[in-house]
């Protein structure tokens, strides 16, 4: 589907997107809990949706309802090929728990998915006596458990998401285990995990993020847990709001440990005037300035990071795009290619991204199937000298369903 949007003003009150990457977590959570847990205000975008297919592959009874999602966990395996969709988190987190099971499990995905190397999944898993194998370095993966615990050793320069996935099964193993990280990166989001780990009942040390020490034989504790605001997607409204608007982003927990929570600081540094409350913040069209900024902790930031960035006097230096190769596309040039058809100059530079400001020009842009593009497209749309016309603008059902929408009603105009 081909969207386009109209230079536009935008005002009004917005609440914030569920968070997809709290409602994964507590999925898997929830299904390796004997009992039923309760996900209050869930997020249902695909990639949530897919962790849901998931658990019920693995034994899981879901129950979705408009406010609240019920989840009884389950040890009764239900089918033997499961797909993840397109998300990253899900071939990662689920692969080590589908490894609890001695059948024989194919973990398999969809479009972009299938491009992203799984070898570091194969190789962790096989530390751990887990027969894994995949297809030349990529989907699908075959495993057959169970995983009984170990030591093992990972590389988290790259993702943190399998981190989460043996910290969510290894309690669960026969023996203790043992994690060592090299060189981990976005360590809020391991924060994350420990938290919902440590209302589950489950007990994990930590320490200083390069070794994982976890009991086996553990229990998870069914659990009533609410998912906070996604700050991964309130950034492109916060965005919104300082190229060209007057809008309060509700339902945001401003003491969250999602690394997203950053694009705060980034739009201070820019000079964006934004108030900043227990559960909203509130922020108005300013004159900006480049900035600089350290991403390499919240590469998701690095599209609404870009928008910003061009209505930003100056050039604009965001460093982590090492964190950028294996996305939904491969960011760095996607961003370079496609916002230089709004005459947006990108210079990309080791591990640093230039970005120099201005107005940017209408024009015709692809998504990649990438969501986060596709947002930033829109947003950047707001301020520019022309429309903006984004092909295959569908693609934000993986995160954010409701993003168009909430971006019409706060006054942007957009055809589809």
Known sequence: MERSVEPSEVKGSVKAPSSKSVTQRVIAAALLADGQSIIRNPSYCDDSLAAMSIAV?????????????RITGSAILKETKLNCGESGLAIRMFSPIAALYSAEITMNGANSLKKRPMHMIEEALSQLGVKCTSSAGFLPLTIEGPITGGKCTIDGSVSSQLLTGLLMALPLAE???????????????????LSILQAYGIEIHNDDY????????????????NAEGDWSGAAF???AGAIKGNISVTGLNTKSSQSDMAILQALEKAGAQMTVADSKVDISRSELKAFEFDATDSPDLFPPLVALAAY????SVIKGVSR?????SNRAETLKNEFGKMKVDIELKEDLMLVTGGQPQGAHIESHDDHRITMAAAVAALGASGSIYIRDSHCVTKSYPGFFDDLRMLGAIVHE
Not at 57 to 69: F, N, Q, R, S
Not at 312 to 315: E, P, Q
């Open 210 to 225: 390069r070794v994982f020490r976890i009991p086996g034989r553990q229990k998870f504790i069914p659990h009533t847990f």
């Open 324 to 328: 950028l190769k294996y996305k939904e």
């Open 175 to 193: 023996n203790d285990s043992e994690i060592t990280v090299s060189n981990l990166k976005s360590k809020p989001y391991i924060d994350l995990t």
């Open 237 to 239: 409204l916060l965005v």
């Open 57 to 69: 592959g693995l034994g899981a009874k879901v129950e979705p309802h408009p406010d609240e999602l």
């Open 312 to 315: 930003c006097s100056g050039t």
